[in-house]
């Protein structure tokens, strides 16, 4: 992964998130809409709850998941900006790479299904067959194309299509929440971090250096990169005190360790992760009436676990409205992840995430 290179290796201890004092939201652009479904109407300033961030003096984190990809297209920069605007204490931009090495925000780094790149005729030629992950994936990929030219396609899909949406560079989600005005998190990820290495495109040489430029350094920065592979992480850590979250899927092996998923989550498991990430990042229902949460915080590390959707098909049965593709009880599944422990949550609503941690804190004695 060559980044080595970047500073002389740095010594990670897990410990808990620091403090971050957040000052009032100064009003924000309105996000315009067109269709889809529409966001409740949110104060500018920052909930109560969100003076400050994170630890478990000042209460969970919310992390908007995608930006508030409940309610506008996911990695969008009018996604990140309405979940600023709601009240997220984090926002989270999965990151790939261009051909011409610029990072940006997509969850995949197949385009297909979230860009209208398959209706451009002078981009026919470079649909392709590439092993993502060791499986075969069809489709265009960013590694293929210019910043140019990926920036002159049409962001489509759920929960909203519209022209206007494009492709953002992570430089302009950093420009976003400079401008802010309060004190807003960063909680990259670095998607296919192997893949790309493989391709002479690392991810994570850039992303540090961009994040330095910015003033992103040590482990008191508003900030944790993640990822659901593990050699990343554990050079990242070689090179950066900020902080870093292990991802845990479901079921499975990262795709650069043999070591299973599940084999992670054990004490030993934990114990591991903590020598080079300061939290994980589990399935939501891994924490469900288990003991991972005590486990992971007696091995100092946090728990942030994704991901909380308020659509019916994501909720808990008794927590479902009777339309089926209505909106449900998120507040109580959310409100009961932060009874059992969890330092924060990755939420596609953060408006109603916020709202609940409100109330949790609220009933805090
Ligand atoms: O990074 C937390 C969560 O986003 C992981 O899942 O697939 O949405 O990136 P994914
Ligand atoms: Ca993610």
Do not use: C
């Not at 500018?44 to 508030?68: C, E, F, K, T, W």
């Not at 979230?114 to 992950?133: G, H, L, N, S, Y």
């Not at 790309?196 to 040590?218: C, K, N, T």
Request: charged share 25%; glycine share 8%.
């Amino acid at each position: 992964m060559n980044i080595g290179s970047l500073s002389s290796a740095t010594f990670r201890h897990p410990q808990r998130a620091s403090l971050q004092a957040v000052e009032e939201t100064p009003g924000l652009e309105q996000v315009t809409l067109s269709s889809g479904p529409t966001p409740p109407r949110v104060t500018p300033d920052a909930s109560p709850a969100a003076s400050l961030v994170g630890g478990p003096l000042a209460g969970p984190i919310v992390i908007g998941h995608r930006g508030a990809s409940g309610y506008l297209p996911q990695h969008t920069l009018a996604a990140y900006e309405l979940a600023i605007k709601q009240g997220a204490d984090f926002i989270e931009p999965d990151l790939v790479m261009t051909r011409d090495r610029v990072l940006i925000t997509r969850h995949e780094n197949e385009i297909s299904l979230t860009t209208d790149v398959a209706a451009r005729p002078e981009f026919a030629d470079r649909k392709t067959t590439r092993q993502i992950d060791g499986k075969p994936v069809t489709g265009w990929f960013t590694e293929d194309f210019t910043l140019a030219e990926l920036k002159s396609l049409k962001v489509t899909g759920a929960p909203h299509d519209g022209p206007e949406f494009r492709i953002a560079t992570f430089e302009e989600v950093l420009d976003l929440v400079d401008r802010t005005g309060r004190k807003v998190g960063l909680y990259p990820e670095t998607k296919h971090p192997t893949h790309f290495d493989q391709l002479g495109l690392s991810l994570e040489e850039p992303l540090v250096q961009a994040l330095r430029r910015r003033g992103y350094e040590g482990a008191e920065a508003p900030i944790f990169i993640q990822s659901f592979e593990v050699g990343n992480l554990k050079e990242l850590n070689q090179i950066t005190d900020l902080r870093l979250v292990q991802l845990v899927e479901a079921e499975g092996y990262p795709a650069d360790s043999p070591v299973p998923y599940s084999q992670m989550l054990t004490p030993a498991g934990l114990a591991e992760v903590a020598t080079y990430a300061d939290g994980i990042g589990p399935w939501k229902g891994q924490v469900r009436g288990t003991t991972l949460v005590q486990d992971a915080h007696s091995q100092g590390l946090l728990v942030h676990p994704y991901t909380f959707r308020a659509e019916n098909q994501y909720l808990p049965p008794e927590l479902r409205g009777t339309d089926p593709s209505g909106l449900g009880d998120l507040e109580s599944e959310v409100r009961s992840y932060f009874e059992a422990g969890v330092d924060g949550v990755f939420a596609n609503h953060p408006d109603l995430a916020v709202r609940a941690r409100d109330k949790f804190l609220q009933a805090r004695p």
